[in-house]
Antibody, heavy 118, light 110 residues
Framework: QVQLQESGPGLVKPPETLSLTCTVS????????WSWIRQPPGKGLEWIGY???????NYNPSLKGRVTISVDTSKNHFSLKLSSVTAADTAVYFC????????????WGQGILVTVSS | QSALTQPPSASGSPGQSVTISCAGT?????????VSWYQQHPGKAPKLLIY???RRPSGVPGRFSGSKSGNTAALTVSGLQAEDEADYYC??????????FGGGTKLTVL
């Protein structure tokens, strides 16, 4: 059973860059898509984007220009960078495995709360 | 792309059935069969319940079922149990390799 674990700073100052890493264990990162999803406190889920293990990406148009997702297959992890953050980017950030054949998010990390505040 | 529309709350008594709707547009739910549903208990990560509109992953009870008609999808929980009390989110493929979620529905078991 694949497991995902988010890591990174819990506090980021505006307008700096939020950086998170998702480490995958119990399986290889190869041959799958991997995604980031966030949830502002008390609100719903928002898809941020995904990356294929080969490096191809796709991002939510509402965040395009600020978001970069990368993958390191040698370390079995993938990463998120979100630039020019504001308080509106405060959220629990989840990493998830995306099933490209049956489009859905089938395994999730526990999530990490990132607060944007000076 | 706009978020899918779900009712903020739903409720039912143990043993009853409850249906949660998820309204989209002709550009997402209406155009693709890639609707999925997730269950989220407080402080936990979401869990995949339904994919491809009506298919259940291994381990998900048959009490959970999904359907779609036109631009609207639905999740039905039959034989409600106390542990079904949670937030439920729908999601759909929205073209151009993009995805959209619903705002979530809080299900209360009375």
């Amino acid at each position: 059973q694949v497991q995902l674990q988010e890591s990174g700073p819990g506090l980021v100052k505006p307008p700096e860059t939020l950086s998170l890493t998702c480490t995958v264990s119990g399986g290889s990162i190869s041959n799958y898509y991997w995604s980031w999803i966030r949830q502002p406190p008390g609100k719903g889920l928002e898809w941020i984007g995904y990356i294929y293990y080969s490096g191809s990406t796709n991002y939510n148009p509402s965040l395009k220009g600020r978001v970069t997702i990368s993958v390191d297959t040698s370390k079995n992890h993938f990463s998120l960078k979100l630039s020019s953050v504001t308080a509106a980017d405060t959220a629990v950030y989840f990493c998830a495995r995306f099933d490209g054949y049956n489009p859905s998010f089938d395994s999730w990390g526990q999530g990490i709360l990132v607060t944007v505040s000076s | 792309q706009s978020a899918l529309t779900q009712p903020p709350s739903a409720s039912g008594s143990p043993g009853q059935s409850v249906t949660i709707s998820c309204a989209g547009t002709a550009s997402d739910i209406g155009d693709y069969k890639y609707v999925s549903w997730y269950q989220q208990h407080p402080g936990k990560a979401p869990k995949l319940l339904i994919y491809d509109v009506s298919r259940r992953p291994s381990g998900v009870p048959g009490r959970f079922s999904g359907s779609k008609s036109g631009n609207t999808a639905a999740l039905t929980v039959s034989g409600l149990q106390a542990e079904d009390e949670a937030d439920y989110y729908c999601s759909s493929f929205a073209g151009n390799n993009n995805f959209v979620f619903g705002g979530g529905t809080k299900l209360t078991v009375l």
